[in-house]
């Protein structure tokens, strides 16, 4: 049923580390600042640490939204393969939590 979603099954070894994740979030960052007219340079550490911990927090709950979806499909008697993606996913959930929280 994954496959209908684009892969095979979920492998959170993929799912990019501490330092990939701050470097991407600060050239967010930098070029958000740009467009709004300030300076990129004014992008802080504590900016970059910032938006790593909530992006994260949504990484964490993304699992619990797909149970959530996953209980209204039972009650509504439809089949759908999101179902089986949010199986897989919330019981992968410890994993993620693994790699999520590790660095912190």
Not at 37 to 65: C, H, I, M
Request: hydrophobic share 50%; with cysteine.
């Amino acid at each position: 049923m994954l496959s209908l979603l684009g892969f095979e099954k979920l492998d959170f070894s993929l799912y990019p580390d501490h330092e990939y994740q701050l470097v991407w979030l600060r050239c967010f960052l930098e070029s958000s600042y740009e467009e709004r007219g300030q300076s990129a340079l004014d992008v802080t550490d504590v900016d970059v640490e910032r938006l790593y911990v909530q992006v994260n927090k949504f990484a964490l709950v993304s699992p619990l939204v797909c149970d959530i979806f996953m209980n209204l499909l039972i009650f509504c008697d439809s089949l759908f393969a999101f179902m089986s993606f949010c199986c897989v996913s919330f019981f992968s959930h410890h994993e993620l939590l693994d790699v999520v929280l590790k660095p912190l």
